[in-house]
């Protein structure tokens, strides 16, 4: 039997306050408020149910650079500054709430991950990266992400 490929639409995923590749204001790391960044989703299939979100330091070791977990948000265009949508997942702090960069050195690369789904998920609040994964990987009609930077102030005086 010969494997299917899917091809996945491609989501436009963007934010008002940082481009692509660029730096994330001081504002939503953990060195200033902490908040989420407002982003911007576009071009996400008419039969949307619902958004996962994830935003992961990809550079981070063993795998524990989850900043930010959440699925079940109605699919809009807009996801707004200092928000909750949708139900928190468990990041790699142990905790289930927006959890802004922080590199130790250097500059580090953030992605914002969105997937738009078919259906509403049925996972309990706090469910890990891995129980998100398996319940949403047969359900994914589109994907796309966003790119930030950031390295820490304290870090930049140095040079």
């Known amino acids: 039997m010969e494997a299917v490929s899917v091809e996945l639409r491609k989501l436009d995923v963007s934010s008002p306050v940082f481009e692509h590749r660029g730096f994330i204001p001081f504002h939503h790391t953990i060195d200033g408020e902490n908040v989420n960044p407002a982003l911007e989703v576009r071009f996400f299939p008419a039969d949307t149910k619902s958004l996962v ?15 930010w977990i959440c699925w079940n948000i109605p699919p809009i265009h807009k996801i707004q500054e200092d928000t909750r949508l949708g139900i928190n997942g468990m990041n ?8 802004g960069p922080c590199p130790e050195e250097g500059t580090r690369r953030y992605m914002f991950k969105i997937y738009a789904l078919d259906t509403m998920l049925k996972l309990k609040a706090a469910a890990t990266r891995a129980e998100l994964e398996l319940a949403m990987c047969a359900h994914i009609l589109a994907y796309g992400e966003l790119m930030g930077l950031y390295r820490r102030l304290s870090q930049q005086l140095m040079f």
Do not use: K, T
């Not at 063993?62 to 900043?67: A, K, P, Q, T, W």
């Not at 790699?92 to 959890?99: A, K």
């Open 53 to 67: 979100l994830m935003m992961e330091d990809e550079e981070a070791p063993d795998y524990n650079g989850l900043h």
């Open 92 to 99: 790699s702090f142990e905790n289930n709430i927006y959890h």
